[in-house]
C-alpha cells in the first residue's frame, strides 16, 4: 500500500551535480522524518543525511557535508537529495527512507525504504 519511488539517479563526471527525489504515495507523511542513506560496492550501507518534519533539524555525514543538501515538500510527500562537487566516491545505490521518529533513522532504520537508485560518479 505504501510506496516510495525514487528518481533521478544516473551518471555524472567528478565536479557534476544530480537531484535525487523520492515520492511516497499510499499515506500522508507530512509528521515523518525523512533521511537518505547510501551503499557503495563491497560496502555496507551508510547514513548520508536526514531532515525532520519541519526542516527545523538538519544533518549530513562528514564526507557530504557542505556538498548535498537535503529538502523536502509535505505538500508532495516527497524528500529531495541535491548533490554538488559530485565525486568519483559518491558512487554507490541511493536509498530514501521514512520513519516516524527522526531517532530511527539515526539508528540506521527506517519504517519505509525507497527501491533504490543508482548513481555513478566518473573521474
Known amino acids: 500500500q505504501v510506496q516510495l519511488v525514487e528518481s533521478g539517479g544516473g551518471l555524472a563526471q567528478a565536479g557534476g551535480s544530480l537531484r535525487l527525489s523520492c515520492a511516497a504515495s499510499?499515506?500522508?507523511?507530512?509528521?515523518?522524518?525523512m533521511g537518505w542513506f547510501r551503499q557503495a560496492p563491497g560496502k555496507e550501507r551508510e547514513f548520508v543525511t536526514y531532515?525532520?518534519?519541519?526542516?527545523?533539524?538538519?544533518d549530513y555525514s562528514d564526507s557530504v557535508k557542505g556538498r548535498f543538501t537535503i529538502s523536502r515538500d509535505n505538500t508532495k510527500n516527497t524528500v529531495y537529495l541535491q548533490m554538488n562537487i559530485l565525486k568519483p566516491e559518491d558512487t554507490a545505490v541511493y536509498y530514501c527512507?521514512?520513519?516516524?521518529?527522526?531517532?530511527?533513522?539515526?539508528?540506521?532504520?527506517?519504517?519505509?525504504w525507497g527501491q533504490g537508485t543508482q548513481v555513478t560518479v566518473s573521474s
Open positions: 527512507a521514512f520513519a516516524r521518529s527522526l531517532l530511527t533513522l539515526v539508528r540506521g532504520s527506517a519504517d519505509y
Open positions: 499510499g499515506g500522508t507523511f507530512s509528521g515523518y522524518a
Open positions: 531532515i525532520n518534519w519541519n526542516s527545523i533539524n538538519k
